[in-house]
């Protein structure tokens, strides 16, 4: 029985998105430690059909879903999901995360955010529905030392109040989701220069 199990919230479901242009043991040493560690029944790697915040990929959406498929084969509790390879347009998590929503019903979503993507989280598609679709669930940002003081006062937000706006939106949402994150930056000297919140620090 997982951790999350234990709570008789159901199975959790682990995402972690991606060009894995190519796929490589980064990407598989993140599944891997957040199946085992945070106990995770289902970790899907999504490769991005059509990335809306890097260049184009070198290698075809095909070619890097085959690339995860072939990489993970043998991996128990990995699985390759084709949905953003198969859905036209833009490739926006929000939508990815919301149709995952809608299959897994009241289970835990843990969704994975890299270094680079962490940093530009902001800069996200709809980011604070993020914090809604995962609802129970848990986000693990990657580098949060790099987070601007705008995002990190949003999230200081969502940690305390349990709530949050969307952008354009006047309505007040709640949401319940757990926040973990990691960073490289002494975050202890970064709240002396003020470029983390201390707040935040402490919380």
Not at 13 to 21: E, H, P, Y
Not at 109 to 137: C, P, S, T, V, Y
Request: proline residues 3%; contains cysteine.
């Amino acid at each position: 029985m997982s951790a999350f199990e234990k709570t008789g919230r159901g199975r959790a479901v682990g995402i972690l998105g991606g060009t894995f242009d190519p796929v490589h043991f980064g990407h598989l040493r993140a599944a891997v430690e957040a199946r085992d560690k945070l106990q995770v029944d289902d970790l899907r790697l999504i490769p991005t059909g059509r990335p809306a915040h890097r260049v184009q990929p070198v290698a075809s959406a095909e070619q890097r879903l085959e690339m995860v498929r072939l990489a993970i084969a043998g991996c128990s509790g990995l699985q390759v999901d084709d949905r953003e390879v198969r859905r036209p347009g833009v490739s926006w998590m929000v939508d990815t995360l919301a149709e995952i929503r809608g299959e897994v019903g009241r289970a835990p979503l843990l969704l994975l955010i890299g270094q680079d993507a962490a940093n530009a989280l902001d800069g996200w598609h709809q980011w604070r529905r993020l914090f809604e679709l995962a609802h129970k669930g848990t986000i693990f940002l990657d580098e949060i030392g790099s987070l601007g003081l705008d995002v990190q006062a949003n999230l200081l937000r969502i940690l305390q109040e349990k709530e949050f706006e969307r952008v354009g939106g006047h309505q007040t949402l709640k949401t319940d989701v757990r926040i973990i994150a990691a960073t490289n930056k002494n975050l202890e000297d970064a709240v002396e220069d003020e470029t983390f919140r201390g707040d935040l620090y402490y919380r």
